[in-house]
């Protein structure tokens, strides 16, 4: 028998050969998707955080006032190395912060992470939004 689970159509085909005649069964895939959306406020700005949670990976969006995507960055886990591979998908390509906090939670996490931070780059402020964070993920793992 052969399993085949396409993510794009939602759907799970199998197929198994019998006397010479292939059967072909599909059924809907099992698909899930989560929001979670708190905020903080750090060094005196109200920051935002959005959370995609789909079925093997994050999305997360890190910003304050007007949602945009001023950037992008994935990382994820691999087991050639145990620094995550990352990739920068939009914006700058040595933006720093969201390729940061992108590998540091698919390491923590073990999924793919997709990151888009949205706030002046700040030495003092990335340190507090990461705490926050794992703060956030440690108190409700099920939303990550």
Same mark, same amino acid.
């Given at each position: 028998?052969? &399993? /085949? ?12 050969? &019998? ?9 809907? #895939? ?20 959005? #959370?995609?949670?789909? @079925? ?5 969006? /890190?910003?304050?006032?007007? #949602?945009?995507?001023?950037?992008? #960055? &994935? $990382?994820?886990?691999? %087991?050639?190395?145990? /620094? ?8 700058? @390509? ?11 939670? $698919? %390491? ?12 002046? @780059? ?8 990461? %705490?926050?964070?794992?703060?956030? /993920?440690?108190?409700?793992?099920? %939303?990550?």
């Amino acid at each position: 028998m052969q &399993v /085949i689970h396409s993510r794009s159509l939602n759907r799970r085909l199998s197929a198994n050969y &019998v006397n010479g005649t292939m059967e072909v069964t599909v059924e809907q #895939a099992q698909c899930s998707t989560q929001i979670y959306n708190f905020s903080e406020r750090l060094l005196q700005q109200l920051v935002h955080f959005h #959370a995609l949670k789909l @079925t093997d990976s994050v999305f997360l969006w /890190i910003g304050t006032g007007t #949602a945009n995507l001023s950037s992008l #960055a &994935v $990382a994820m886990t691999t %087991k050639f190395d145990n /620094i995550p591979a990352s990739a920068s998908l939009l914006g700058e @390509t040595s933006d720093t912060p969201s390729m940061s906090l992108a590998q540091k939670l $698919a %390491k923590k996490t073990g999924k793919q992470i997709f990151v888009s931070y949205n706030l002046q @780059t700040d030495p003092m402020l990335l340190p507090l939004v990461e %705490k926050r964070l794992i703060e956030e /993920i440690d108190r409700y793992p099920d %939303k990550f």
